[in-house]
Structures are given as C-alpha cells and as structure tokens.
C-alpha cells in the first residue's frame, strides 16, 4: 500500500523557518517524481514545487522560489520541504504527492505549517 | 503561471449530469494533453479522478469523464449521486516542470 506520512509542521513567527519530512513507503520512491502542494485554509490547491526521480532538477511556484528548498534521499525514502523566510501567507496544510503522468496520483495526510505572531 | 479558471460553484440533482469546466491558456491547457481533475471532502487530502485528459484511475467510476477543447477541460459527472457533493480542482502541466491548478470548484447535489 502506498503511504506518505508528512512530519515538522507547526508554528512558526514570520521571517522563521521550518523543514517538512515526507516519508514514503510501499513503493519504489527513487524511480517516482514528487511534488509538494499547499492548500490555504478554505482556499484551493497550489502547486509549490516538482523534483525529478534522481533529485536533478527541482522548480518552483514563483511565490515560494528563493525561500524554499526542495531535495530528496532515495536511500531514506523521504521527501524534504526547507522553508525559509517564512511569511503570513505562507499558512497552509502541506502535501506531499507522488507525481505520475503528469498528475498526482497519491498524497499524504498534509502537515499544517502556521505562520504567525 | 496565472492559476486555471473554474466556477466557484456548481449543482444538480441527484441522477443529473453536470459539467464543471476548466479555462486556461494556450501555454498550458491549450498545448498540453496532461489535464487532470480532483475530488477533495471537507478535511480530506484530494483524491484523483481523471489523469491526461479523458483517463480515469482504477477504482473511479465510469460516471466521471473528463474532456477537452481548445484552452477549456471540463468534468463532467453523469448519474450524480449524493456522494459526489465535494471540491474538484483541475490541474494541467504548464511546461518546463511547471504545474498549474484551477481555484476549485464546490459541487452541491441538490
């Protein structure tokens, strides 16, 4: 079975930082793209960011570029989401989402990440 | 990348059909077949219905097709059932590992 477990969400002041894990299990994670995406409270869903299989090539949302830092370690499984310089508007439930065929097939449970005072 | 257009709103009664529709651009919708449309409950992570375009996963029923013309993908689902009230969110590849997804849109079963 497919599982993606997000961890490290919480509170955070503006201009703070915060690192969310994303563990994956029950399937070959090296061979899979993946994608973080953010979805505000009662807002809709919007793409962060996308990293190839081997970790080569990493984008961004305009919005996030420059503050956070996608990378991944196939040998752990795992998925990992640096945020740096972290604003209000960066509030939001967190998903990690295995990429496949131009979609997102599987996403995990999210972690909230607030950004506050 | 300028987010997807949907209508904020949609309704019909249970064994209507109804389509949301999905309006984009010729850079991303328009050009590229990797349009893709979810559904997501109250609290719940998104779940995917369709996949380039017209595709449905295993385990999605026959009752969900997607189409589409021009910059516009649309969802349609036939036989609506009450367990079909939730958000759908269309998504397209918006090229150079670029994505894009539309602002959701809430479908009531009347």
């Known amino acids: 079975e497919v599982q993606l477990v997000e961890s490290g969400g919480g509170l955070v002041q503006p201009g703070g930082s915060l690192r969310l894990s994303c563990a994956a299990s029950?399937?070959?994670?090296?061979?899979?793209?993946m994608h973080w995406v953010r979805q505000a409270p009662g807002k809709g869903l919007v793409w962060v960011s996308h990293i190839l299989s081997d970790g080569s090539r990493i984008t961004y949302a305009d919005s996030v570029k420059g503050r956070f830092t996608v990378s991944r370690d196939n040998a752990k499984n795992t998925l990992y989401l640096q945020m740096n310089s972290l604003r209000v508007e960066d509030t939001a439930v967190y998903y990690c989402?295995?990429?496949?065929?131009?979609?997102?097939?599987?996403w995990g449970q999210g972690a909230l990440v607030t950004v506050s005072s | 990348h300028s987010a997807l257009t949907q209508p904020p709103s949609a309704s019909g009664s249970p064994g209507q059909s109804v389509t949301i529709s999905c309006t984009g651009t010729?850079?991303?919708?328009?050009?590229?077949?990797?349009v893709s449309w979810y559904q997501q409950y109250p609290d719940k992570a998104p779940k995917l219905m369709i996949y380039e375009v017209t595709k449905r996963p295993s385990g999605v029923p026959d009752r969900f097709s997607g189409s589409k013309s021009g910059n516009t993908a649309s969802l349609t689902v036939s036989g609506l059932r009450a367990e079909d009230e939730a958000d759908y969110y269309c998504?397209?590849?918006?090229?150079?590992?670029?994505?894009?997804f539309g602002g959701g849109t809430k479908l009531t079963v009347l």
């Open positions: 989402v295995r990429g496949w065929r131009y979609s997102y097939d599987y």
């Open positions: 029950g399937f070959n994670f090296r061979s899979y793209w």
């Open positions: 998504s397209s590849y918006a090229g150079s590992n670029n994505w894009v």
């Open positions: 010729s850079s991303d919708v328009g050009v590229y077949d990797y």
